[in-house]
């Protein structure tokens, strides 16, 4: 027997998920909107500008902050990356080795490089060698000295990269070449080697990125004002002038750099992964 009630009950009508989504992003974007606009009314926009933003200020700081701080900044940044590289694949390939000793010491010191701040390698490198090493004088000065420092910190990291590209290359590729008769070693930097640096080639240029902004650690080494980089070039100037627009100025040339490698990184890493597809 039918029950009648039940049956004249009126359907529940409620929303479907699509619906719940939609409102869901809706209400995110009202608060959004609604701290962007209790930002802008509580904001005391004249001290801002007074502070950040003299133009006066800011002209003056112009061309030497592109032909000194920024081409400084640029000099260091790839001086590390370059010893960083070479160093990251001689220890990549130490990880990959068959030698027990080689392994072991590879993974020591990525664990060591990768576990200390950037800001102690910087201080080892101008303080503790030259004591450990009276007389001795790193080649390059101060540019010598930020390419040892940079290359160690970003050598542990790299190396990591590298190794996991290298064993991202199919296993045959090796084998080909042995049966063409290759030697391993040929093998590895003929074949292997240009495959994965294809592979990895997005998270390098992250990499980049980094060592572009840790290239501000070089304060700690002395420079003078011929060596200076973004950041110190820019305190300097605010402390002179009682200002932070020198400071802003330096972070948007931090941002002219560091912006348009993020979109590479991101055009790259968007390709490798059609070409996975």
């Known amino acids: 027997m039918t029950d009648t009630g039940t049956a004249l009950q009126p359907k529940r009508k409620g929303l479907t998920r699509r619906q719940r989504r939609g409102l869901s992003r809706a209400v995110q974007y009202a608060v959004f909107a609604a701290a962007v606009i209790a930002f802008a009314v509580a904001a005391d926009w004249g001290r801002l500008k007074n502070q950040f933003a003299q133009g006066d200020i800011a002209r003056q700081m112009f061309p030497e902050v592109i032909t000194l701080a920024l081409k400084n900044t640029v000099l260091y940044t790839l001086s590390g990356f370059v010893v960083g590289l070479v160093l990251g694949m001689v220890i990549?390939?130490?990880?990959?080795?068959?030698?027990?000793?080689?392994?072991w010491v590879a993974g020591v010191y990525i664990e060591i490089f990768r576990g200390l701040p950037a800001l102690l390698i910087f201080i080892f490198v101008g303080v503790a060698v030259p004591l450990a090493f009276?007389?001795?004088q790193i080649p390059g000065g101060?540019?010598?000295k930020?390419?040892?420092?940079?290359?160690?910190?970003?050598a542990a990291y790299m190396a990591e990269t590298i190794r996991a590209g290298i064993?991202?290359?199919?296993?045959?590729?090796?084998e080909a070449a042995r049966s063409l008769g290759f030697?391993?070693?040929r093998a590895m930097v003929s074949i292997i080697v240009p495959q994965a640096f294809r592979i990895i080639l997005p998270p390098l240029t992250n990499e980049l990125v980094l060592l572009f902004k840790d290239s501000s650690l070089v304060l700690f080494l002395g420079v003078t004002l011929e060596e200076r980089e973004l950041s110190k070039y820019g305190r300097d100037l605010a402390s002179t002038t009682a200002n932070s627009t020198p400071i802003l100025v330096a972070g948007l040339c931090y941002l002219l750099v560091t912006v348009p490698l993020g979109y590479v990184v991101r055009r790259m890493e968007s390709r490798s992964q059609e070409a996975i597809r």
Do not use: C, D, F, N
Not at 146 to 154: E, M, Q, R, Y
Not at 167 to 174: D, E, F, H, L, S
């Open 142 to 144: 101060t540019y010598g």
């Open 92 to 103: 990549a390939l130490m990880r990959l080795s068959s030698v027990g000793p080689y392994r």
């Open 183 to 185: 030697s391993p070693a």
């Open 167 to 174: 064993q991202a290359v199919p296993k045959g590729q090796m």
């Open 146 to 154: 930020v390419a040892i420092a940079l290359g160690l910190v970003s």
């Open 134 to 136: 009276p007389g001795t």
